[in-house]
């Protein structure tokens, strides 16, 4: 009798711990699943200055910010300190891959279809939306 009675208290045991650990393996599943979905979205579509900024950026001729800051970038490839090679030519060519930073910042991948380079830049926007631009840094991959 007390066999028995100690066998269903060790099945009982055993089965709560089992519904346990499933449970929080799930949980932890769903978390990991969140977190993988994180990390391959475009973090804010990588424009990452404020809405204030947004403002400013427009009331200083931009009208879309975003994407005018991007493609005047596209045509300033000769701010890149580094030659293409193997017949490439550099240039900010990953539109996507550029991110917009708070306080006019920006960092651009570069690269020529063999290198890539790295480099950050900062703008300024002239009244009329004239935008000047200014190689801080820059680094071969």
């Known amino acids: 009798m007390k066999l028995t009675r100690a066998l269903a208290v060790l099945l009982i045991a055993s089965v709560a711990g089992n519904v346990y ?7 932890a599943e769903e978390r990991a699943r969140r977190a993988e979905a994180r990390s391959i ?22 009208t879309d910010p975003v994407n005018q800051l991007r493609s005047d970038l596209a045509a300033h490839s000769k701010m890149i300190p580094f030659p293409g090679v193997v017949g490439g030519t550099m240039g900010f060519y990953d ?40 190689l801080l840094d820059a680094h071969l991959d």
């Open 95 to 134: 539109r996507e891959g550029i991110v917009l930073l708070p306080g006019r910042y920006v960092y651009a991948p570069a690269d020529d279809g063999h290198i890539m380079a790295h480099t950050v830049l900062r703008y300024d926007v002239k009244p009329g939306g004239k935008i000047e631009w200014k």
């Open 21 to 27: 650990l499933g449970i929080h393996a799930r949980r």
């Open 41 to 62: 979205e475009p973090v804010y579509q990588r424009v990452l200055f404020s809405q204030d900024e947004k403002r400013e950026l427009e009331a200083a001729g931009l």
